[in-house]
């Protein structure tokens, strides 16, 4: 008997209710009610009557202005949007597992192994670990995906249905923000940011995936077009990437509530028969593949989800938390950063940030005595520089291949660059 949706969501739902209050939006009142999107990775052990792990969790729906970005020097989230919290506990989930294996030979992980040195040669990539063959990954959100998944839910909750103008600079291809023309579906958008004091606009606290034109600009790319992009990169981020094999780190499905889910804009959104058309079916050195995932419904309903607003609560509010979760981390975070912590403050880092990933990474290839691997990470001495170096040579493929082909208009943010450096 194959597992249902049901379970899916609920063992994220669940690992989200053992959370402290800490980590959730204050209790309603009668004058208002926190909401905030959560999403979270669950492992499913094929042809096993075990029941689904919640892997990660995130909440969160804001990210960093590009005025700040080279500021944070890796320390400080550039988007804290639930779906990519998850993706980045998720990382750091397996990160824990590959130092967990790498500094005790007899551990066994059940989400990951390591690689039969046969299994290892370049056309099938390098890296000493891979996920369990059957281990199947899944998703799940308790809203819609922000950008092109998310376009025709958004037109409906429009009060005023004109489409803000559409922002066009010299030599630069469009990049849409949350209500730029509407008439254009299937393109490559951006987040709003949140303002300086972390705060959406008073106006759009009920409804924060729509923000305003004139929000805080920034480059990250709508959640939509990045788990659509992981069709062809799989789950792993760059740092994961050197260590665990990409075959078996594709999600197998997306599950949305049936009132988040409108089945054209999803099938257009990620579907091979949309916007994903020209690389279907594609292959690239390294394990790579473009790897669609099925969208599937739930009837389940997260409890801070905004549709969850009690009658006694006069307004919607956004809450600033974001809670972090895998089985061996949990944080809280405000803007990026630790709870508590003030701006740019380097304790502020989360342990999902990409400064402390990379060092956890050094840190592996250490315990596992790859000095070469190590020396060419530690000799690239800045971000920009390691991920344009040969290393990633297949991976930044895909990448390229996909934004050309399909995900047009997709513009890097590389504005955030800083040196890597051991502990």
Same mark, same amino acid.
């Given at each position: 008997?194959?597992?249902?949706?049901?379970?899916?969501?609920?063992?994220?739902?669940?690992?989200?209710?053992?959370?402290?209050?800490?980590?959730?939006?204050?209790?309603?009142?009668?004058?208002?009610?926190?909401?905030?999107?959560?999403?979270?990775?669950?492992?499913?052990?094929?042809?096993?009557?075990?029941?689904?792990?919640?892997?990660?969790?995130?909440?969160?729906?804001?990210?960093?202005?590009?005025?700040?970005?080279?500021?944070?020097? +890796?320390?400080? #989230?550039?988007?804290?949007? @639930?779906?990519?919290?998850?993706? $980045? *506990?998720?990382?750091?989930?397996? %990160?824990?597992?590959?130092?967990?294996?790498?500094?005790?030979?007899?551990?066994?992980?059940?989400?990951?192994?390591?690689?039969?040195?046969?299994?290892?040669?370049?056309?099938?990539?390098?890296?000493?670990?891979?996920?369990?063959?059957?281990?199947?990954?899944?998703?799940?959100?308790?809203?819609?995906?922000?950008?092109?998944?998310?376009?025709?839910?958004?037109?409906?909750?429009?009060?005023?249905?004109?489409?803000?103008?559409?922002?066009?600079?010299?030599?630069?291809?469009?990049?849409?923000?949350?209500?730029?023309?509407?008439?254009?579906?299937?393109?490559?958008?951006?987040?709003?940011?949140?303002?300086?004091? +972390?705060?959406? #606009?008073?106006?759009?606290? @009920?409804?924060?995936?729509?923000? $305003? *034109?004139?929000?805080?600009?920034? %480059?990250?790319?709508?959640?939509?077009?990045?788990?659509?992009?992981?069709?062809?990169?799989?789950?792993?981020?760059?740092?994961?990437?050197?260590?665990?094999?990409?075959?078996?780190?594709?999600?197998?499905?997306?599950?949305?509530?049936?009132?988040?889910?409108?089945?054209?804009?999803?099938?257009?959104?990620?579907?091979?028969?949309?916007?994903?058309?020209?690389?279907?079916?594609?292959?690239?050195?390294?394990?790579?593949?473009?790897?669609?995932?099925?969208?599937?419904?739930?009837?389940?309903?997260?409890?801070?989800?905004?549709?969850?607003?009690?009658?006694?609560?006069?307004?919607?509010?956004?809450?600033?938390?974001?809670?972090?979760?895998?089985?061996?981390?949990?944080?809280?975070?405000?803007?990026?950063?630790?709870?508590?912590?003030?701006?740019?403050?380097?304790?502020?880092?989360?342990?999902?940030?990409?400064?402390?990933?990379?060092?956890?990474?050094?840190?592996?290839?250490?315990?596992?005595?790859?000095?070469?691997?190590?020396?060419?990470?530690?000799?690239?001495?800045?971000?920009?520089?390691?991920?344009?170096?040969?290393?990633?040579?297949?991976?930044?493929?895909?990448?390229?291949?996909?934004?050309?082909?399909?995900?047009?208009?997709?513009?890097?943010?590389?504005?955030?660059?800083?040196?890597?450096?051991?502990?």
């Amino acid at each position: 008997m194959g597992i249902s949706e049901d379970e899916i969501a609920n063992a994220v739902l669940d690992a989200y209710d053992s959370l402290p209050a800490r980590y959730k939006p204050v209790m309603p009142t009668e004058d208002f009610f926190q909401w905030v999107p959560l999403s979270g990775i669950v492992a499913v052990r094929k042809g096993k009557d075990e029941k689904p792990e919640c892997l990660s969790l995130g909440t969160g729906m804001k990210c960093l202005p590009i005025d700040q970005v080279a500021q944070a020097q +890796g320390s400080i #989230l550039h988007d804290w949007h @639930a779906e990519i919290v998850a993706l $980045r *506990a998720f990382n750091h989930f397996l %990160l824990h597992e590959c130092l967990q294996l790498a500094t005790s030979p007899t551990r066994v992980s059940p989400i990951i192994q390591r690689r039969d040195p046969n299994e290892i040669r370049e056309s099938h990539g390098l890296q000493p670990f891979a996920i369990h063959n059957d281990v199947q990954l899944h998703m799940y959100s308790s809203e819609a995906p922000c950008g092109d998944a998310s376009m025709e839910l958004l037109m409906e909750l429009q009060t005023d249905p004109t489409p803000w103008p559409v922002e066009v600079t010299e030599n630069t291809p469009v990049q849409l923000l949350g209500r730029g023309s509407f008439s254009e579906l299937g393109t490559v958008r951006r987040k709003p940011g949140s303002n300086l004091n +972390g705060r959406m #606009l008073e106006k759009d606290e @009920a409804n924060a995936s729509i923000a $305003r *034109a004139d929000s805080p600009r920034t %480059l990250s790319k709508s959640c939509s077009d990045k788990i659509t992009l992981k069709q062809c990169t799989s789950l792993l981020s760059s740092h994961t990437s050197l260590l665990v094999n990409p075959a078996n780190a594709y999600l197998e499905a997306l599950i949305l509530p049936k009132t988040q889910c409108i089945a054209k804009s999803c099938d257009r959104s990620f579907g091979s028969s949309g916007r994903m058309k020209p690389v279907a079916g594609r292959q690239w050195s390294g394990g790579y593949a473009c790897r669609p995932f099925n969208v599937g419904t739930t009837d389940l309903e997260f409890r801070y989800s905004r549709r969850s607003k009690p009658a006694i609560s006069k307004q919607l509010r956004t809450s600033n938390i974001s809670a972090v979760f895998h089985p061996h981390l949990q944080e809280a975070l405000i803007l990026g950063r630790l709870q508590g912590r003030q701006k740019f403050d380097p304790k502020g880092a989360s342990a999902i940030c990409s400064k402390r990933m990379w060092k956890l990474t050094l840190q592996i290839l250490s315990a596992m005595g790859m000095p070469r691997l190590l020396q060419s990470v530690s000799e690239s001495m800045d971000v920009r520089s390691l991920k344009e170096s040969a290393l990633f040579m297949d991976r930044q493929r895909v990448k390229d291949d996909v934004r050309a082909e399909a995900l047009k208009g997709w513009m890097r943010n590389d504005s955030d660059d800083f040196e890597i450096e051991p502990d």
